[in-house]
Protein backbone atom coordinates (compact mmCIF):
# COMPACT_ATOMS: atom_id res chain seq x y z
CA UNK A 1 0.00 0.00 0.00
CA UNK A 2 2.50 2.37 1.12
CA UNK A 3 5.09 1.41 -1.97
CA UNK A 4 7.90 0.12 -0.04
CA UNK A 5 10.29 -2.13 -1.62
CA UNK A 6 10.62 -4.49 0.96
CA UNK A 7 9.85 -8.22 2.47
CA UNK A 8 5.85 -8.53 1.52
CA UNK A 9 3.07 -10.39 2.55
CA UNK A 10 -0.21 -11.51 1.40
CA UNK A 11 -2.77 -9.73 3.55
CA UNK A 12 -6.46 -9.50 3.67
CA UNK A 13 -7.37 -5.53 4.20
CA UNK A 14 -10.89 -4.72 4.05
CA UNK A 15 -12.02 -7.51 2.20
CA UNK A 16 -9.48 -7.17 -0.51
CA UNK A 17 -6.05 -9.21 -0.99
CA UNK A 18 -3.16 -6.86 -1.36
CA UNK A 19 1.07 -7.60 -1.13
CA UNK A 20 1.62 -4.84 2.09
CA UNK A 21 4.80 -4.53 3.50
CA UNK A 22 5.16 -5.20 7.14
CA UNK A 23 4.34 -2.10 8.24
CA UNK A 24 1.02 -1.89 6.34
CA UNK A 25 0.29 -5.39 6.95
CA UNK A 26 -1.27 -4.20 10.32
CA UNK A 27 -4.39 -2.94 8.41
CA UNK A 28 -5.09 -6.28 7.60
CA UNK A 29 -5.08 -9.74 8.22
CA UNK A 30 -2.01 -11.69 7.09
CA UNK A 31 -2.69 -14.16 5.54
CA UNK A 32 0.74 -15.54 4.48
CA UNK A 33 4.53 -14.48 4.00
CA UNK A 34 5.54 -13.89 0.14
CA UNK A 35 8.47 -15.89 -1.25
CA UNK A 36 9.16 -14.80 -3.87
CA UNK A 37 10.35 -11.04 -5.34
CA UNK A 38 7.08 -9.50 -5.87
CA UNK A 39 7.51 -7.31 -8.07
CA UNK A 40 8.50 -10.05 -10.69
CA UNK A 41 5.69 -11.91 -9.91
CA UNK A 42 3.54 -8.74 -10.11
CA UNK A 43 5.44 -8.18 -13.54
CA UNK A 44 4.85 -11.90 -14.86
CA UNK A 45 1.58 -11.46 -14.00
CA UNK A 46 0.85 -8.43 -16.26
CA UNK A 47 0.19 -5.70 -13.21
CA UNK A 48 2.05 -2.65 -12.63
CA UNK A 49 3.83 -0.56 -15.16
CA UNK A 50 4.47 -1.87 -18.70
CA UNK A 51 8.10 -2.13 -17.69
CA UNK A 52 9.30 -5.79 -17.14
CA UNK A 53 11.98 -6.86 -15.12
CA UNK A 54 14.83 -7.82 -17.51
CA UNK A 55 17.44 -9.88 -15.84
CA UNK A 56 20.50 -8.50 -17.30
CA UNK A 57 22.34 -6.78 -15.08
CA UNK A 58 21.36 -4.99 -11.69
CA UNK A 59 19.87 -0.91 -12.07
CA UNK A 60 18.77 -2.48 -16.19
CA UNK A 61 15.32 -2.77 -16.58
CA UNK A 62 13.55 -3.31 -20.10
CA UNK A 63 10.74 -1.05 -20.86
CA UNK A 64 7.99 -1.61 -23.34
CA UNK A 65 7.12 1.69 -25.24
CA UNK A 66 4.54 2.27 -28.02
CA UNK A 67 5.72 3.46 -31.09
CA UNK A 68 5.43 6.93 -32.06
CA UNK A 69 3.61 6.82 -35.50
CA UNK A 70 1.44 3.90 -34.10
CA UNK A 71 -1.78 5.43 -35.62
CA UNK A 72 -0.07 5.23 -39.33
CA UNK A 73 0.86 1.90 -38.93
CA UNK A 74 -2.74 0.14 -37.78
CA UNK A 75 -4.35 2.48 -40.59
CA UNK A 76 -2.28 1.60 -43.45
CA UNK A 77 -2.22 -1.98 -42.78
CA UNK A 78 -5.90 -2.44 -41.60
CA UNK A 79 -6.94 -0.76 -45.08
CA UNK A 80 -4.61 -3.11 -46.71
CA UNK A 81 -6.21 -5.93 -45.42
CA UNK A 82 -9.88 -4.31 -46.62
CA UNK A 83 -11.12 -4.28 -43.55
CA UNK A 84 -13.06 -1.31 -41.68
CA UNK A 85 -12.58 0.04 -38.25
CA UNK A 86 -15.58 -2.08 -37.30
CA UNK A 87 -14.40 -5.15 -38.06
CA UNK A 88 -10.71 -4.89 -37.03
CA UNK A 89 -12.40 -3.67 -33.70
CA UNK A 90 -14.82 -6.97 -33.54
CA UNK A 91 -11.77 -9.27 -34.42
CA UNK A 92 -9.44 -7.42 -31.39
CA UNK A 93 -12.86 -7.78 -28.95
CA UNK A 94 -12.47 -3.60 -28.99
CA UNK A 95 -14.86 -0.62 -29.63
CA UNK A 96 -14.97 0.73 -33.12
CA UNK A 97 -14.37 4.33 -31.44
CA UNK A 98 -10.81 3.47 -29.83
CA UNK A 99 -9.79 2.13 -33.41
CA UNK A 100 -10.55 5.53 -34.69
CA UNK A 101 -9.16 7.40 -31.74
CA UNK A 102 -5.90 5.05 -32.40
CA UNK A 103 -5.40 5.52 -35.97
CA UNK A 104 -6.57 9.44 -35.57
CA UNK A 105 -3.55 9.68 -33.23
CA UNK A 106 -5.94 10.81 -30.27
CA UNK A 107 -5.32 7.73 -28.28
CA UNK A 108 -2.46 5.96 -27.78
CA UNK A 109 -3.05 2.64 -27.23
CA UNK A 110 -1.84 0.69 -23.74
CA UNK A 111 0.25 -2.16 -23.90
CA UNK A 112 -2.51 -4.78 -23.77
CA UNK A 113 -4.48 -3.25 -26.59
CA UNK A 114 -1.14 -2.98 -28.53
CA UNK A 115 -0.49 -6.59 -28.29
CA UNK A 116 -3.75 -7.35 -29.60
CA UNK A 117 -3.16 -5.00 -32.47
CA UNK A 118 -0.01 -6.59 -33.21
CA UNK A 119 -1.23 -10.43 -33.41
CA UNK A 120 -3.86 -9.07 -35.41
CA UNK A 121 -2.62 -7.36 -37.94
CA UNK A 122 1.10 -8.54 -37.98
CA UNK A 123 2.88 -5.44 -37.33
CA UNK A 124 4.89 -4.28 -34.53
CA UNK A 125 3.63 -1.45 -32.43
CA UNK A 126 5.82 -1.58 -29.25
CA UNK A 127 9.90 -1.55 -29.04
CA UNK A 128 11.82 -2.78 -26.09
CA UNK A 129 13.85 -0.15 -24.46
CA UNK A 130 16.14 -1.22 -21.86
CA UNK A 131 17.22 2.30 -18.96
CA UNK A 132 19.66 2.13 -15.95
CA UNK A 133 17.95 3.11 -12.86
CA UNK A 134 20.20 5.56 -11.16
CA UNK A 135 20.11 6.30 -6.99
CA UNK A 136 19.60 9.78 -7.31
CA UNK A 137 20.68 11.93 -4.57
CA UNK A 138 20.96 15.70 -4.12
CA UNK A 139 23.07 17.43 -2.42
CA UNK A 140 20.88 19.07 0.01
CA UNK A 141 19.46 16.31 1.24
CA UNK A 142 16.33 17.36 -0.81
CA UNK A 143 15.29 16.00 -4.51
CA UNK A 144 14.34 18.87 -7.17
CA UNK A 145 12.87 18.46 -10.95
CA UNK A 146 16.67 19.87 -11.67
CA UNK A 147 18.34 16.90 -10.57
CA UNK A 148 16.04 14.38 -12.54
CA UNK A 149 16.65 16.23 -15.95
CA UNK A 150 19.59 16.14 -18.32
CA UNK A 151 19.25 19.06 -19.85
CA UNK A 152 21.67 19.69 -22.81
Do not use: W
Not at 26 to 42: E, N, R, S, W
Not at 65 to 88: A, C, H, P, T
Amino acid sequence: MCGKEAELYDALVEGIRLNVCEKCSKFGKILKKQIQDPVKTARAEGFGSTAKFSGKEPGVETVELIVSDYGKRVKEKREKMGLKQIELAKNIAEKESLIHKIESGHAEPNVAVAKKLERFLKIRLIKETEIKKTNLKASSGNLTIGDIIDVK
